[in-house]
Nanobody, 123 residues
Framework: QVQLVESGGGLVQAGGSLRLSCAAS????????MGWFRQAPGKEREFVAA????????VYADSVKGRFTISRDNAKNTVYLQMNSLKPEDTAVYYC????????????????WGQGTQVTVSS
């Protein structure tokens, strides 16, 4: 069982930065691949980024590539999403998710989810 708690969301102007954190409970965090997803009002949830259990492989959605960076600290049971050059279209609730094994792009493959944190980017 893994519990995930996101933090770090907020209101920021376009071009600004935020760093999201996702703290995980449990002693087996290092066995889980982690993903970040987001859902904007009236839209379906979409993949943002993912990282392998070891942290040596990462993948990104085209819409955030070059602006967002996913990382993890297994000693702290935490995964991060550094978001730079934010745009109004990045406004959404951001969720972290965990799954055993390798990462996937589809949210349905993830077993555990956090409650989400709101990111609002003003123009």
């Amino acid at each position: 069982q893994v519990q995930l708690v996101e933090s770090g969301g907020g209101l920021v102007q376009a071009g600004g930065s935020l760093r999201l954190s996702c703290a995980a409970s449990g002693r087996t965090f290092s066995r889980y691949a982690m993903g970040w997803f987001r859902q904007a009002p009236g839209k379906e949830r979409e993949f943002v980024a993912a990282i392998s259990w070891s942290g040596n492989r990462t993948v990104y959605a085209d819409s955030v590539k070059g602006r967002f960076t996913i990382s993890r600290d297994n000693a702290k049971n935490t995964v991060y999403l550094q978001m730079n050059s934010l745009k109004p279209e990045d406004t959404a609730v951001y969720y972290c998710a965990a799954r055993r094994g390798d990462y996937r792009y589809e949210g349905r493959h993830y077993d555990y989810w956090g409650q989400g944190t709101q990111v609002t980017v003003s123009s």
